[in-house]
């Protein structure tokens, strides 16, 4: 349960609203839902709605229509490639394609064991870095600019390596 | 410019610490405004300036905050940091780099528009950005410049980031406030407008980042001297993104009224290769487009004479084009995505990007036939002037001036297929 497990940073997000406008705690909250359970599940949408004294539907069309939100389990990193026009002038679309060739996974598809999926994605401000490209995990999001194949496998070995290593 | 007044962090290093900020004079107009200066004269010198908004609309930021009803009580300062424009990327470089500006800039602002409560409204993919923001937002609380009755004033003052989750329409304003309330990111039907009905109902400013770290400099050192900076009508300096085919992208602080051929060659370093510029989009992804001629290159670079050539300056996010680009393909670029972001709720804004979406895929397959790209510019007109918010405008204008300027690109696909087709079409498959 949130309620639980991330008492305090539900209290201090919720006091940044007016105690009588709880629901503009929901984005927040359910950021803090894919954080802990990798996607926005059902049972989430009803933890937040209780929190923010709104329904689960309610909570539901929020998280349908914002795309960070996740409907469905993703990989344990998800690889968000910039394919709009500034990014695509510099070879960001190969570079979403070759990605998806060397992990043999088409675009929103996720790698068997499970711990990658590809996206493209729209521009994320870093047009002067491109190609970009975003990681998306239960640490958050990270930025990672100027990327090539090279840059961006060595990234993903990375990732795929710390997996491997026993949680401390 | 010898100087930076927004970039800052490029002349003074670490002047994201505030020991640094402060040592540079940090604070100091927050402390001119509330020891010697009311509201009131805080706004005064602000429309004195004749500072502009610098989120795209150029609206006069003085004017803006006098439409605030009198004696409406709480009031809000909501701040635009959904930078989400294919193009624009100076609100980052500036809330990360030059934190503590932007946050006196936003003090000032409030105190202007006697709002005692401010959002940050970051788009979702600043997530690292907003940590650090609420970072330097509890060490400028922790140094007196936050709380309850500030530097001895009557005036209160709390500051909060809030995280977006991937909406480019939350740009928008009333979008913004919506999201911002837990809703989803549709644009509110106007009047009423924010000033009278904001952020719950109540009197709001939103303005952008850049325009709020402007606010500092205008206030320690007066309007008079920010007006010797720019064109009278355009005045102070301007955050300059510089993207697309040059060799040094980047951010770029200047003067408004620099020409384009300043930017992207003397500070741009030119195109790669030596190539020709074919077109420039003067304001991110939803620019009307502007052949690269002589001419434009030798245009200032401000709000005036950029509309006066059937463009606008927007955000400043300037994207050169080289003459290897087809505008047929760009065009498909920037209409997949306003078609992604519109928000669904008018209908020439939803249905009108999905069909020229699909126009433009089929013009790219080497399929499509005269009539096709006839019917794409039909659409487009229907577009236009129907819509609830800008959304709706910013699709058309890349579609509309590559069809008008550079017809030729969209002919050569009716007769022979694209290279790009085959990865296109498999894209949406």
């Not at chain 1, 705690?25 to 709104?54: C, D, F, K, N, S």
């Not at chain 1, 490639?81 to 979403?96: I, R």
């Not at chain 2, 400028?140 to 500030?150: E, K, N, P, T, V």
Request: charged share 20%.
């Amino acid at each position: 349960m949130l309620a639980d497990k991330h008492a305090d940073e539900i209290r201090s997000l919720l006091e940044r609203y007016p105690p009588e406008r709880k629901r503009s705690a929901v984005m927040p909250l359910l950021h803090l839902a894919q954080r802990e359970y990798g996607w926005i599940t059902r049972a989430a949408l009803q933890e937040v709605a209780e929190l923010t004294e709104t329904t689960s539907t309610e909570v539901g069309t929020v998280a349908g229509f914002y795309t960070l939100y996740r409907s469905q389990p993703a990989g344990t990193h998800t690889i968000q490639v910039c394919t709009d026009l500034p990014c695509a002038l510099k070879g960001g679309e190969e570079l979403a394609k070759k990605l998806c060739a060397n992990l043999g996974v088409r675009l929103g598809e996720v790698t068997p064991d499970g711990l990658f999926m590809v996206e493209e994605v729209m521009c994320l401000a870093g047009c002067d870095r491109a190609p970009v490209l975003q990681v998306q995990d239960a640490r958050g999001i990270q930025y990672h600019e100027n990327q090539n194949e090279d840059s961006a496998m060595r990234l993903i070995g990375d990732l795929r390596r710390a997996s491997k290593e026993p949680k401390a | 410019m010898s100087e930076h007044i927004l970039l800052r962090h490029r002349d003074v290093a670490d002047i994201d610490k505030l020991e640094v900020y402060l040592a540079h004079g940090g604070f100091e107009a927050l402390r001119k405004a509330l020891t010697a200066q009311t509201p009131a004269q805080v706004l005064e010198e602000v429309k004195a300036s004749g500072l502009r908004g610098r989120g795209g609309a150029g609206f006069p930021t003085g004017v803006k905050w006098s439409f605030l009803p009198k004696d409406v009580f709480p009031r809000y300062l909501v701040v635009n940091a959904d930078e989400s424009e294919p193009g624009t990327f100076k609100d980052r470089e500036l809330m990360e780099r030059n934190p503590f500006q932007f946050l006196e800039g936003i003090a000032l602002a409030a105190y202007a528009a006697q709002a005692e409560r401010a959002y940050i409204y970051c788009r979702g993919e600043f997530w690292d950005l907003a940590r650090d923001l609420d970072r330097h937002i509890a060490q400028m609380g922790d140094a007196g410049w936050l709380g309850a009755r500030l530097q001895g004033s009557t005036f209160s003052l709390e500051i909060y980031t809030h995280l977006g989750a991937g909406a480019y329409i939350c740009g928008e304003e009333t979008a913004l406030l919506e999201s911002l309330e837990g809703k989803i990111g549709q644009p509110r039907i106007r009047p009423p407008f924010p000033a009278t009905y904001g952020l719950f109902g109540k009197p709001t400013v939103i303005n952008n980042v850049e325009t709020l770290t402007n606010l500092p400099p205008i206030i320690a050192r007066g309007a008079a001297w920010y007006r010797t900076i720019g064109t009278p009508k355009s005045s102070g300096p301007k955050v300059f993104s510089l993207s697309g085919h040059v060799n040094r992208p980047g951010n770029y602080e200047l003067p408004l009224g620099t020409t384009f051929r300043t930017l992207i060659y003397d500070l741009g370093g030119g195109l790669p290769g030596g190539r020709k510029p074919k077109a420039i989009m003067p304001a991110g992804a939803s620019s009307t487009l502007l052949r690269a001629t002589e001419a434009v290159l030798d245009m200032p670079m401000d709000y005036e004479s950029v509309a006066a050539a059937g463009s606008m300056l927007g955000s400043a996010s300037v994207i050169v084009l080289d003459e290897t680009v087809d505008m047929s393909w760009l065009a498909l670029k920037t209409s997949r995505f306003f078609k992604h972001e519109s928000c669904g709720k008018c209908t020439p804004c939803r249905e009108g990007t999905y069909w020229m979406l699909r126009l433009l895929e089929h013009i790219q397959s080497g399929e499509a036939t005269a009539e096709d790209v006839h019917l794409l510019g039909q659409v487009a007109g229907q577009i236009q002037n129907k819509c609830l918010c800008p959304l709706g405008e910013f699709a058309i204008g890349p579609v509309q001036s590559s069809l008008a300027l550079f017809a030729e690109d969209f002919q050569l696909h009716i007769s022979q297929p694209s290279p790009r087709a085959a990865a296109v079409v498999s894209e949406h498959a």
